[in-house]
């Protein structure tokens, strides 16, 4: 990345798509971006799940486990996908942000799935497959914070999204050497790590990513990092709020 030294934190571009730095913080990102390629693919990234995970509708926060829930979990991932992967130019990268309609779905909700500017359409609950509906990013988990680092090869995208005292953790990860026992970590502001989630990283996953879904008991304002590491204790990436 260019001019490292001028703009030495990706977390700045979290906020800058979010719009919650101030006109010349702005200023100085937007000069940034001008002069570094790696970061445009950043900020790009970025608008892309924050898009995504606007069109989660607000039927996604209702509590109460859905019948057939099992089922909906795997209809639901193969929709976003199968849709993600029709949108030129997007597709790997919001194949891996359909874990966060997953993740919404496995706590217990009903989804529905839809790109922005489809026809409008009724709102689908669960146990009915999922329909497109137009919905906007005032559907987003107010608080969801969107994090991204990269490390050599390893690039980790994910949000943050506040409960009542902890956190979901929706992430994807790419860049894995296969067979390598990993960890999803939340690191708080004092420096308590608790694990969120693990996986063994597959073939399939090296190329195309691991979806990651979890949890951690980490007060949403407390929560300072994601970091990626195996059970060995080598961190991959790092992601700062």
């Given at each position: 990345m260019?001019?490292?030294?001028?703009f030495p934190d990706h977390a700045d571009?979290?906020?800058y798509v979010a719009g919650e730095?101030?006109?010349q913080e702005k200023q100085t990102i937007?000069?940034?971006l001008a002069g570094c390629a790696d970061c445009r693919a950043e900020v790009e990234s970025l608008r892309e799940m924050q898009e995504f995970l606007g069109e989660v509708p607000p039927e996604a926060?209702?509590?109460?486990?859905?019948?057939?829930?099992?089922?909906?979990?795997?209809?639901?991932l193969r929709q976003v996908r199968s849709e993600a992967r029709s949108s030129a130019g997007r597709g790997r990268f919001l194949a891996a942000t359909a874990a966060v309609v997953v993740a919404a779905a496995a706590m217990g909700?009903?989804?529905a799935v839809g790109k922005a500017g489809s026809p409008a359409g009724p709102a689908v609950a669960v146990p009915p497959p999922p329909a497109p509906v137009p919905t906007t990013a005032s559907s987003t988990v107010p608080g969801t914070k969107f994090l991204s680092g990269t490390s050599g090869e390893t690039r980790l995208t994910a949000s943050i999204v506040p409960a009542a005292g902890w956190v979901r953790v929706e992430a994807a990860v790419t860049g894995i050497p296969a067979g390598e026992k990993c960890r999803l970590?939340?690191?708080?502001?004092?420096?308590?790590?608790?694990?969120?989630?693990?996986w063994l990283v597959s073939q399939k996953a090296v190329h195309d990513g691991a979806d990651l879904n979890g949890s951690a008991l980490v007060d949403p304002s407390q929560v300072a990092s994601v970091v990626v590491e195996n059970t060995d204790g080598h961190q991959f990436v790092e992601a700062n709020v």
């Open positions: 260019s001019g490292f030294s001028e571009l979290a906020g730095v101030s006109a937007e000069a940034h926060l209702l509590d109460g486990p859905p019948e057939g829930g099992d089922l909906l979990l795997q209809r639901t909700v009903g989804v970590i939340v690191v708080s502001k004092n420096g308590d790590r608790e694990i969120a989630g693990g």
